[in-house]
C-alpha cells in the first residue's frame, strides 16, 4: 500500500488541491485525452499506483475516471479524423497513416467502442495488400529513412549488410 495515497492535500506545480478537487482534475485532464502518466509526471502529482489505489477506495473515482476515458478515446478518435481530412500534400500522407494509426490505437485503449473497429480496420488493411505491395512499401520506409539520416549527418557503412525475409530466401 503507497503511504501517499491517504494523503489529502496535493501541492502540484506549488498550487494546493485537496485529493477531491484532484480526482476532478484527473478526470477532466483524461477526458481532454491526455494520458494519467502525463498528469502524473507533473512536480509534485500523485503517481499513477496512488491513482490506481484511489480507485481501490473510491469506486465512484474510478468509474467517473473510465467515463473520462470513454470521453477521451472520442477526442483521440476525432483528431485521427481531422489528421485526414486536412491532408493536402501526397508526401504527408505516410506521416498522417502514421498519426492516425496512433490515435485510434490510443482511442482503443482508452474505449473498448474504438477496439473491434480498430481491430477490424487493420485486418481488413493487410488482408487487402499483396505481397509484393508490402515489400515495396517497406523499400520505399527504407529508402526515406536512409535518405532522412543522410541529410543529419550520416554516412552508410562501406558494405551494407542485407537482410532478406525468410521467404525470399526459400524463393531463390
Known sequence: ??????????TINGVEHSRPDLMFRITDWV???????????????PSVGTIYKWFKNYPEF??????S???GAHIMAD?????VLHTNEREDVPIV????????????????KFQDKQVFRQEEDVKSVSDDELKRRRDEL?????????????QEPAKEITVQ???EKNEE
Open 79 to 83: 483528431k485521427a479524423l481531422l489528421e
Open 97 to 112: 497513416k502514421l498519426k492516425y494509426d496512433a490515435l485510434t490505437r490510443r482511442a482503443a485503449q482508452m474505449s473498448q
Open 1 to 10: 500500500m503507497r503511504r501517499d495515497a491517504a494523503t489529502e492535500v496535493w
Open 165 to 167: 525475409a525468410e521467404e
Open 62 to 67: 474510478e468509474r467517473d475516471f473510465r467515463a
Open 69 to 71: 476515458e470513454e470521453a
Open 142 to 154: 527504407m529508402a526515406r529513412v536512409k535518405e532522412e539520416l543522410r541529410s543529419e549527418g550520416w
Open 31 to 45: 477526458a481532454e485525452g491526455n494520458s494519467l502518466k502525463m498528469f502524473c509526471d507533473q512536480p509534485g502529482a
